[in-house]
Nanobody, 122 residues
Framework: VQLVESGGGLVQAGGSLRLSCASS????????MGWYRQAPGKQRELVAT???????NYADSVKGRFTISRDNAENTVTLQMSSLKPEDTAVYYC?????????????????WGQGTQVTVSS
């Protein structure tokens, strides 16, 4: 599975940005997709995830401001970000989780995009 992000950039506080992630390869094996972010000097943190049946999960810090969506036909996941704050500044990474079930075991694989910079100015 390969992931390619797009849509980052510079925006003023209160503005909006839309991030997209296109997946390719064995996309039918993807279970959950999501977005993580990493600010300078901080650990990578979860922003939002969406399962293959549309169940979503958000970090408390972005609830009500960010919306994650997924198009399984186009193999894309999108993060619509509104009311952006300077503390949202980070590199945003697309993530895909593949779960493979066999009789013997269940194995998970994680894939990451290269990241896209989001900068929110005050």
């Amino acid at each position: 599975v390969q992931l390619v992000e797009s849509g980052g950039g510079l925006v003023q506080a209160g503005g909006s940005l839309r991030l997209s992630c296109a997946s390719s390869g064995r996309t039918t094996d993807i279970n959950t997709m999501g977005w993580y972010r990493q600010a300078p000097g901080k650990q990578r943190e979860l922003v939002a995830t969406i399962s293959n049946v549309g169940s979503t999960n958000y970090a408390d810090s972005v609830k009500g401001r960010f919306t994650i969506s997924r198009d399984n036909a186009e193999n894309t996941v999108t993060l619509q970000m509104s009311s952006l704050k300077p503390e949202d500044t980070a590199v945003y990474y697309c993530h895909a989780l593949v779960v493979v079930h066999t009789i013997e075991r269940t194995t998970t694989f994680e894939y990451w995009g290269q990241g896209t910079q989001v900068t929110v100015s005050s």
